[in-house]
């Protein structure tokens, strides 16, 4: 029987796997439940991590005999690997494919929250003002949505406002026309993407997307228009953002930060044309019991049949990667 050991706390554990999950483990693998500690890794073929796992020591493949298969019940491995391993033929599997559906529904979530207005008709009933005259929301179905990077979490969102019968328009340099196609979207410039009613950030934080959006970029999008940003701090330029915010100019959802935690002004906490949350787009009580179910089932396919499955990490994205 493969032996799989599972690098993460029970706590950990009782986050990311389903009772089903656990019992499939148990049948199909002799599973060592080594919490943290990671010498007790040695002699696995499997290892499944999650968030907490540190970072998996490149000694552990040294001797030319460590685990064939990584396996993270979590979103990015780049802190978790050394791609060194991919030389040694070790398959990699993440479940960020599945966090990209729960970040996907809070993407859609901001957008109609702030379209309709929500917040302010929120701020304006507690303050005693019953349907204010100046207020009134804005639509969602049939506006264009510029989306930048067309990565797992960018594919969800397009999937869920396919209803909306919205005009999908993608800034990615790698995605060709073909994909764009299947996707049902179309291609476009980094400007001209920015130039829709409502704008979605789905970038990986590597040196080119950082300053992606710049103060410009900002000042000349126009008034009213909609910014989500689920991806990365750095992305965007934050300062210039929240200036535009506070005068009134746009509206954002911000679900990350540069840096983070953020030290927001009095008069940024208080704009009823932004939603803040801390980092939590990705995380939902089904989507993470889901997590580890997500990769097992690929690392199965791999280990039975050699399938990779849509969890497969490929080493040739590893620099595009988020």
């Excluded at 207005?117 to 009933?125: G, I, V």
């Excluded at 934080?205 to 000042?219: A, F, I, M, N, Q």
């Amino acid at each position: 029987m493969t032996r799989l050991a599972v690098a993460m706390s029970p706590e950990r554990v009782a986050d990311v796997c389903s009772a089903e999950t656990r019992q499939l483990l148990e049948e199909r693998f002799e599973v060592v439940w080594s919490g943290a500690d990671v010498s007790r890794l040695e002699g696995a073929e499997v290892v499944l991590t999650s968030w907490g796992t540190p970072p998996l020591p490149a000694s552990l493949w040294s001797a030319g005999n460590g685990p064939k298969v990584v396996a993270h019940a979590a979103g990015s491995v780049k802190r978790l690997i050394d791609p060194v391993i991919f030389n040694q033929g070790v398959a990699v599997f993440s479940a960020g494919g599945r966090i990209a559906w729960s970040v996907g529904e809070y993407c859609l979530a901001s957008m109609l929250t702030l379209a309709r207005r929500l917040p302010q008709f929120d701020q304006a009933l507690r303050g005693g003002a019953w349907k204010p005259s100046h207020l009134r929301g804005i639509e969602l179905a049939g506006q264009s949505v510029g989306i930048l990077g067309a990565s797992s979490t960018a594919r969800a969102l397009i999937t869920l406002l396919k209803p909306f019968g919205c005009d999908l328009v993608v800034y990615d340099p790698y995605l060709d026309d073909d994909r764009a196609r299947a996707l049902g979207v179309r291609t476009a410039s980094l400007e001209e993407t920015l130039a829709c009613a409502f704008v979605s950030l789905h970038v990986p934080d590597v040196p080119e997307t950082r300053g992606l959006v710049s103060r410009k970029h900002l000042e000349a999008m126009a008034e009213g228009t909609i910014v989500v940003n689920s991806s990365r701090g750095p992305a965007i330029d934050q300062e210039a953002l929240l200036e535009q915010v506070v005068a009134g100019r746009l509206f954002a959802a911000l679900d990350v930060f540069d840096p983070e935690p953020p030290a927001l002004a009095d008069a940024v906490l208080a704009a009823p044309n932004l939603l803040i949350s801390p980092h939590i787009a990705g995380d939902t009580v089904q989507g993470h019991l889901a997590l580890t179910g997500y990769v097992l089932a690929d690392v199965l396919k791999w280990l039975d049949n050699g399938t990779c499955g849509p969890s497969y990490v490929d080493p040739a994205a590893w620099p595009i990667a988020a």
